[in-house]
């Protein structure tokens, strides 16, 4: 059997032995009654078994897979991969997202807590570096409660919120000690650009309050003597055509207001997935020259840590 190949105790393990996870638990299925646990802020009944809220969500997280990924971050993926677990639907509408199948058309199967713990536990045998929840801002209640469980039975493995942003800061701190690597995309600068692309024209001010939240909670980014990712803050930006991102202000933000230290995954992968082909402005890949640029201008406002496959 594989071991663990964490150097680092998870602080959720403290939380659980102390109690205060059961606290989280029960304080977080509570907001399902009436949801608010994410910024849109629907306030839908989710104690049903189909939920009626932006996320489709009901009491049971969504699955569509988990598996060992080769094709994480270079610092997340290691030599063991990373354990990533895919929910389905989503908080945002990205009318160009690459699972498109998964966050919009719920392609997936309910799923209880004792399951999600199964996942995890056999993610660690596997050999896994760590646990990488996939959009999981709309199930946080579902997942503490996993943990907790999946703590009892050996879980040793930091946990991944791989995450597009779009996150309420009170949500947030039911995660803190919990969650020991912050990983959200970055993704506009205008609320124009996120109201049409993203359906969500408050994210540039919601991302940035995010963003604060979790900093404040793990830190900069620390590796470990083999690179490989144990707690903090690791950021990803898509770099759209056409500048729709508003990279450079983006990036300033993560230098002046977050750290020079911030270290930022800049991805180059964009493609006219999903619904994009209706929109002329990213109906097509970025160039070279655009993500050149993009990274030029990352260097520019003082940034130096940088995912490198």
Not at 284 to 291: K, Q, S
Request: proline content about 5%; charged content about 25%.
């Amino acid at each position: 059997m594989n071991q663990p190949h964490s150097v680092q105790v998870p602080s959720y393990l403290a939380l659980w032995e102390s109690g205060e996870l059961r606290r989280r638990v029960e304080t977080a299925r509570a907001m399902l009654k009436e949801c608010t646990l994410c910024p849109r802020d629907c306030h839908a009944d989710r104690t049903a078994e189909k939920g009626t809220g932006f996320c489709r969500t009901g009491y049971e997280a969504l699955v569509s897979s988990f598996f060992a990924h080769f094709g994480e971050e270079r610092c997340l993926r290691g030599y063991g991969g990373s354990g990533t677990i895919f929910f389905c639907e989503c908080n945002l509408r990205c009318v160009f997202c690459q699972n498109y199948e998964i966050s919009h058309l719920g392609d997936g199967e309910p799923i209880s807590a004792s399951q999600l713990a199964r996942m995890m536990l056999q993610l660690q045998r596997r050999g896994c570096h760590n646990i990488n929840f996939v959009t999981p801002s709309h199930v946080v209640p579902q997942i503490l409660e996993a943990v907790e469980i999946a703590a009892s039975q050996g879980l040793r493995l930091p946990l991944v919120y791989n995450t597009g942003g779009y996150d309420r800061v009170e949500t947030l701190r039911l995660l803190e000690d919990v969650i020991d690597i912050y990983m959200p995309d970055i993704k506009f600068d205008d609320p124009a650009v996120a109201g049409e692309l993203a359906h969500a024209a408050d994210y540039p001010a919601v991302v940035r309050a995010a963003l604060k939240e979790m900093h404040r909670q793990v830190g900069d980014l620390v590796l470990d003597s083999k690179g490989i990712a144990q707690r903090g803050l690791l950021v990803r930006h898509l770099v759209m055509p056409n500048n729709l991102a508003g990279t450079r202000e983006l990036m300033r933000f993560l230098a002046r207001e977050i750290s020079l230290n911030t270290y930022v995954n800049i991805m180059a992968q964009y493609r006219p997935a999903g619904n994009a082909a209706r929109y002329p402005q990213i109906a097509r890949p970025i160039t070279w020259e655009e993500y050149r640029q993009a990274v030029a201008i990352a260097r520019e406002e003082g940034l130096w840590r940088f995912d490198k496959d």
